[in-house]
């Protein structure tokens, strides 16, 4: 899009110009939406075994890398623990012993208000984590995109900063 | 002044700061979220999301074959123990007193859509042509054991029953439940003639002892562990599993878990 012809002198000009393409707007917003529900419908799935193990299955006799789990004390405390690599952390009120929503403290290990669907189920967790992996792979168009618009000067912008700009003879560059 | 600390040294105000945190963050999301419980709640939404999984079995199939085979282990690799999941001693009358017994009257019954009918015994079982494979179970919840088994080819059961053409599922009927809804699993004929599908009588070298499904247990190492039926006490080869159950294939599938849980 080219600038208004008519400029009245010593005045800053603004004006609106096409900056993203609608497929590269609609393919970032999906992006958007669909790694947001994968991280939280992750941590749901999370929830069902809050541990990784490292290895080449659950019972190696290794520790855990990552584990939160909660425990009672001999007073009756509820503390939410998280270990990584060995390195124990309280994290009651937060992970392993979230505070509920009604204030009380719940025995889960990523709390119910970053987790889709609030309340623990595996299979819905699920069933949207991979819905929504399907629609990351559109990531595969993405790149297309990128390759037609101009691979290399897509590339160099990201890398450097700097996008070429090519105008047609005539059309003043102020 | 001093500060009371808990057994792991936070201060009350450290856990009110957290309190207050998680309240401010959770207030925020709870609008978002609140909407994403009542689309998921949705039947039509439902059936979106559950495109996933026929996309996943289609990927699957077009990248693996129907015949990709599952990673075998090493003695070296096996878990000191093999844990047992969800129902571990079927509680009906019947099946206690088959327990009692050394399962000397159980009987594996094949029927529905196949040309031979019939019952098997344990010991008929053991006499057939027979695999040993070592595995990894993989449970949806995310942790895994590596076992070894031993059982018969279901594909050799199958060849001796004579499956009619329109036969597309094996449904598994088994002696454990969970409350009153019978336990129950269905895989279709790809994986009913894979060659590691098992019915297997044997773990890590012992008969298989009732917290692993006694005596008999599916295995099917291409999926997930909630399609490996345990207790087993009937195939039923259908067309169709909408009259079984609740209808979508077996008792997790009911719960809403996916029908193919392909690794």
């Known amino acids: 899009m080219s600038p208004p012809a008519e400029q009245p002198a010593g005045q800053p000009r603004s004006y609106l110009y096409d900056r993203h393409s609608l497929p590269m707007r609609v393919m970032h917003w999906v992006n958007v939406i669909s790694l947001t529900v994968l991280l939280m419908s992750g941590l749901m799935i999370f929830n069902a075994h809050p541990s990784l193990d490292w290895g080449k299955s659950s019972y190696t006799g290794r520790p855990s890398v990552f584990e939160i789990a909660a425990l009672r004390t001999s007073s009756g405390q509820l503390i939410g623990l998280t270990r990584v690599f060995g390195h124990q952390f309280d994290t009651t009120g937060v992970l392993g012993v979230p505070t509920g929503p009604n204030g009380a403290p719940a025995i ?19 069933q949207w984590h991979f819905f929504f992996a399907w629609l990351v792979a559109f990531v595969a168009i993405h790149v297309f995109e990128v390759i037609v618009s101009g691979l290399w000067n897509h590339l160099r912008s990201m890398i450097t900063g700097r996008y070429r700009i090519t105008e047609a003879p005539g059309e003043a560059r102020t | 002044m001093s500060k009371t600390r808990n057994r792991l040294g936070v201060t009350p105000e450290a856990l009110a700061k957290r309190r207050f945190l998680t309240r401010t963050l959770g207030g925020t999301g709870a609008l978002l979220l609140g909407g994403c419980d009542k689309l998921g709640s949705t039947e039509t939404f439902k059936k979106v999301l559950a495109t996933g999984e026929s996309l996943s079995k289609g990927a699957h199939h077009l990248l693996g074959g129907r015949v ?65 494979q070592i595995t990894r179970h993989d449970c949806v919840e995310g942790w895994s054991a590596i076992a070894q088994w031993t ?46 599908t098992l019915l297997a009588y044997t773990l890590n070298d012992k008969t298989l002892p009732v917290t692993n499904g006694a005596p008999l ?47």
């Open chain 2, 68 to 132: 990709s085979m599952a990673q075998e282990f090493s003695p070296a690799d096996m878990s000191p123990s093999f844990r047992g999941n969800g129902n571990t001693n079927p509680a009906s009358a019947a099946y206690k007193a088959m327990a009692a017994n050394g399962f000397a009257d159980w009987k594996l019954v094949v029927d529905g859509l196949v040309e031979q009918p019939g019952a098997w015994s344990l010991e008929q079982l053991r006499a057939m042509p027979s695999r040993t």
């Open chain 1, 108 to 126: 889960i290990a990523f709390p119910s208000w970053i987790t889709i669907p609030t309340h623990y189920s595996l299979a819905a967790g699920r």
């Open chain 2, 151 to 196: 059982g018969v080819p279901l594909a050799q059961l199958l060849a001796a029953a004579k499956p009619k053409p329109e036969a597309r599922y094996v449904v598994f009927h088994c002696a454990d439940a969970f409350g009153s809804a019978a336990y129950y699993g269905s895989i279709d004929m790809d994986d009913a003639f894979h060659p590691q």
């Open chain 2, 217 to 263: 247990r599916l295995r099917v190492e291409r999926q997930l562990g909630y399609k490996h039926a345990k207790y087993v006490m009937r195939l039923e080869l259908v067309d169709d599993f909408s009259r079984i159950g609740g209808g979508h294939g077996g008792y997790w599938e009911d719960q809403g878990y996916q029908w193919y849980a392909g690794i």
